[in-house]
Nanobody
Framework: QVQVVESGGGLVEAGGSLRLSCAAS?????MGWFGQAPGKEREYVAS????????NYADSVKGRFTITRDNAENTLYLQMDSLKPEDTAVYYC?????????WGQGTQVTVSS
């Protein structure tokens, strides 16, 4: 069992920045961020393979969002810059260990125009 806890959401104006954090209770194989806008399905944002450090981003956030990590604390960060109103969503962190996926409770990001 893995506990996943997100934090750092909030309200920001378009063009602003936010930093999300995701802390896992133990080391995992991979961790990533997903966003779910109102009335839409949850969509992939970015992820990292913990052992290799390989990072991937959705095309919609490339050049604006950056993943970093704290290995010692099993914590993943998502730096969100140049935010757009269409980035408004609940952002969820997912941690994977083998075939199992563990989700956090989500954190709301609202970008005003």
């Amino acid at each position: 069992q893995v506990q996943v806890v997100e934090s750092g959401g909030g309200l920001v104006e378009a063009g602003g920045s936010l930093r999300l954090s995701c802390a896992a209770s133990r080391r995992t194989f991979s961790m990533g961020w997903f966003g779910q806008a109102p009335g839409k399905e949850r969509e992939y944002v970015a992820s990292v393979l913990w052992s290799s450090g390989t990072i991937n981003y959705a095309d919609s956030v490339k050049g604006r969002f950056t993943i970093t990590r704290d290995n010692a604390e099993n914590t993943l960060y998502l730096q969100m810059d140049s935010l757009k109103p269409e980035d408004t969503a609940v952002y969820y962190c997912k941690a994977r260990i083998r075939a199992y996926a563990y989700w956090g409770q989500g954190t709301q990001v609202t970008v005003s125009s």
